[in-house]
């Protein structure tokens, strides 16, 4: 397996964004580890139909996605893992998933959730995982689209 990249983003499969990052990164396979989606058939069936054409989707509960692409089963595919936020970043490096470096897109704004950059707010429990895995010396790189700017995440959250 080679995972291509690890992205943070809240609306898991989403045009533009999803295009931009399998075409820079020459992704053939798209992951989204998420319980929620992962149970839901329409969901699930909406999710595939935002895919590019010619990229294949799997769609999975996060600790079924660290056992899949760590146990051979994606061993030819260039792949894009998605979750939907911190707390599913931090459950699969639990079960097994190793990465040192993630791309942090879209987390939405809500009652109670802080403005971490432009895109990225976080409520109290999700910020506490983003600094964990900061001091666990995974890049967190808050990053829109493959020719924007990038943003240190990791140094922001650990700056408090």
Not at 43 to 48: A, D, E, G, K, V
Not at 55 to 62: A, R, S, Y
Not at 92 to 115: M, Q, W
Request: hydrophobic share 45%; no cysteine.
């Amino acid at each position: 397996m080679t995972v291509q990249l690890i992205r943070v983003d809240d609306r898991l499969i989403h045009g533009q964004v999803v295009v931009g990052w399998t075409r820079s990164l020459g992704v053939d396979h798209i992951v989204v580890a998420d319980d929620k989606v992962g149970a839901d058939p329409l969901q699930s069936t909406l999710m595939r139909m935002a895919a590019p054409t010619g990229v294949g989707v799997t769609i999975m509960p996060v600790e079924a996605a660290a056992a899949a692409l760590t146990g051979g089963e994606f061993d030819r595919a260039k792949v894009l893992v998605i979750v939907r936020g911190p707390i599913e970043l931090s459950r699969l490096r639990s079960a097994g998933l190793p990465f040192d470096t993630v791309n942090v897109g879209n987390v939405h704004t809500g009652p109670g959730r802080t403005k971490l950059t432009k895109e990225v707010y976080a409520s109290p429990e999700e910020l506490v995982v983003w600094r964990e895995l900061a001091q666990a010396g995974v890049s967190l790189i808050a990053q829109w689209l493959p020719d924007q700017s990038r943003t240190d995440l990791g140094a922001l959250v650990l700056r408090g």
